[in-house]
């Protein structure tokens, strides 16, 4: 979520409708757009379970991170 935070809303708009091949040195933004009833899915937090997570290969804690952060900053939901 890391871009997300530290771009301004235009800086985002530009870069999520700029072509990667015409962003130059600039990041793409870091986002998925998601389907009803297709992968990725999206699941209350609780959801991943430690057992869960081992067994597809996520890191439970860098998720329940990125969690925290977005609910440090209630504000992207502006952006």
Do not use: F, M
């Not at 800086?11 to 040195?25: A, I, P, Q, S, V």
């Not at 297709?38 to 597809?56: D, G």
Request: proline share 9%.
């Amino acid at each position: 979520p890391q871009p997300i935070l530290e771009l301004s809303t235009e800086e985002l708009h530009e870069r999520l409708y700029t072509k990667r091949e015409d962003l130059g040195d600039l990041l793409p933004v870091p986002v998925k757009l998601v389907h009803l009833n297709k992968c990725p899915i999206l699941a209350p937090a609780k959801t991943l379970t430690a057992e869960n997570a081992e067994n597809i290969g996520i890191d439970r804690q860098k998720c329940l991170d990125n969690l925290a952060l977005l609910r440090q900053h209630p504000e992207i939901r502006e952006k």
